[in-house]
């Protein structure tokens, strides 16, 4: 029997039990930074199956790890393979009807994360299960906090990628964009790099009747949000993407005092460093011209968020090559564009070579809109087996080069 055969045979044989796991772990959602059931939970079902891990990894993260007993035939590209999946919940109230509904009062798992986490559980179980099998190392990292601080840059700062070292690393997302069971996939560039934008707008507070004895905060924020939007469309080529988004606009105390003080932020994006720091260069010109212009003083603090997830093209032409293979070219998508948005599996990918990729979890048949992070996210659990599929055929492959 081959390799996809027998693990495709293990994901049929496990899959009632990765199926409960994502289930309970759904019921019980945990919010980013306070993970601890869902990390004991994981501990329990890997100390179950003799796998040894460590707990308390970049806070609530989980690191376990399967040693292949196999003879090596000699050096490798990769003497460990890395598989990540992230576990933390949003603040969303949901709105699905399900028996596994979240009894956590506005917490749920609308972004998939069980389903990341029950996935690599399960490849976990398939490969301690397979262990004679293969020679080289596999690493499972549960990671916390990927909706908030960058668990994955706590876990990297925290040891999880070395001891054995990881040099490749893996990720699935589930996708409502995609059929189940697809895999979609990119080259290159694939996420945005982000940073934080707080601006304050200092004036001088005055009478309503009385504006031109003060400085009028709320006019010069205004113009400055204004002009800040001119910085994509008049400073980046329209081939370069970048995106300036001013979220939240504090200001004024009465409807008769003229504002002293406006406080602004919001976020900026780009998928190239250059394109970042022009962005956050022209951001600082254009705010404290603009408020010296009005009379007021900007103050300006930008933080670095996640880096741009850039997929390596090895790893790119490996998992396309695989997953063509095993699924059939019809099974297989690719993203004509990166997105914009964000995640920090990036800081594996700058650790090591590294590929993010998407599997399908639309039936088609659900009576709402299928999107992350809405209360009627609903994903179809079929679509696991495929991302299981490649994350335990992935690595074996990735330990054979």
Known sequence: MSIECKVKQLIEENFEEIVAIRRDI?????????????????????????????????????????????????PRKYEAVGIRGDIDALPILEEVDVPFKSVNEGVMHACGHDMHAAMLLGSAKILKTLENEFSGAVKFIFQPAEETVG????????????????GAMIAFHVTANQPTGVIEMRRGKMNAATCDLILDVEGLACHGAHPDLGVDAIVAASQIVTALQSIPSRNLAPTDAGIITVGQFHAGSKDNIVAGVAKLSGTIRALDPKIMELLKSRIRTIAEGTAAAYGATAHLTLIDGYPALINSDYMFDEMDALAQRLFGKDMVSYMPDPSLGADDFAFFTQACDGIYMNVGVNPGNRPHPQKAHNEFFDPDEEGMKNGIMMEVIGSLELLKK
């Open 26 to 74: 759904h019921m019980h959602p945990d919010l980013s930074e306070h993970e601890e059931r869902t990390m004991n939970k994981i501990s329990e079902y890997l100390t179950a199956w003799g796998i040894p891990h460590r707990t308390m990894v970049g806070g609530h993260g989980v690191v376990a790890v399967v040693e292949g007993k196999a003879p090596s035939a000699g």
């Open 151 to 166: 668990g994955a840059d706590q876990m990297i700062q925290d040891g999880c990628m070395n001891d054995p070292d990881v």
